[in-house]
């Protein structure tokens, strides 16, 4: 036998066993501690006050005081927020150091690495707005990107100089 319970940080249905009254339970949607009612708060909950007044029927939201039957219970939410563990995670530091490269070895051997960088940071930035990557790399990724940019915007400037000489010269 399980005892249901919601998690107070975001509102997930947690099943944990009757002999965890009491205790402490970790939601697995966003990892926050939720206190395990005993079967002496549960059975309080359910019976009147001294006033004779349902805690249910006191409540302005439940559907007892609309003249509704009992709560109905509340399906289980996906949190928006998902675990750490479960996201892919961030690459700034890999991005930054070849955000690096790219900006020092422009025109040696790393042609297109700078345009490459932009891009992989920029998708990136994008994954973490909308939740699908960690987002404790956003800085180092935002830096990354604009390594990026600079290191593109530098080897466009060769290009154009490269062949504005050559142009000069005929």
């Excluded at 399906?75 to 070849?98: I, K, N």
């Excluded at 690096?100 to 994008?126: E, I, K, P, R």
């Excluded at 990724?141 to 530098?154: F, P, Q, R, Y």
């Amino acid at each position: 036998m399980s005892i249901q319970i919601e998690c107070g940080q975001c509102g997930e249905l947690l099943s944990v066993p009757v002999d965890s009254a009491g205790k402490t339970a970790r939601c697995p949607a966003c990892q926050s501690l939720t206190p395990i009612p005993t079967a002496i708060d549960a059975q309080l909950a359910d019976q009147p006050t001294e006033t004779g007044v349902d805690r249910a029927a006191s409540n302005p939201f439940s559907e007892l005081a609309r003249g509704g039957g009992t709560d109905p219970p509340r399906p289980a939410s996906r949190s928006r927020r998902r675990r750490h563990g479960r996201l892919s995670a961030h690459r700034g530091e890999f991005l930054l150091c070849l955000g690096v490269v790219a900006l020092l070895f422009n025109m040696c051997t790393c042609y297109f690495l700078g345009g490459y960088v932009w891009y992989c940071a920029s998708d990136d930035l994008q994954a973490m707005r909308v939740g699908r990557m960690d987002s404790r790399g956003r800085g180092l990724t935002h830096a990354a990107m604009i390594l990026g940019m600079v290191a593109t915007a530098i080897h466009v400037g060769y290009v154009f100089l490269y062949f504005a000489r050559i142009a000069s010269e005929f």
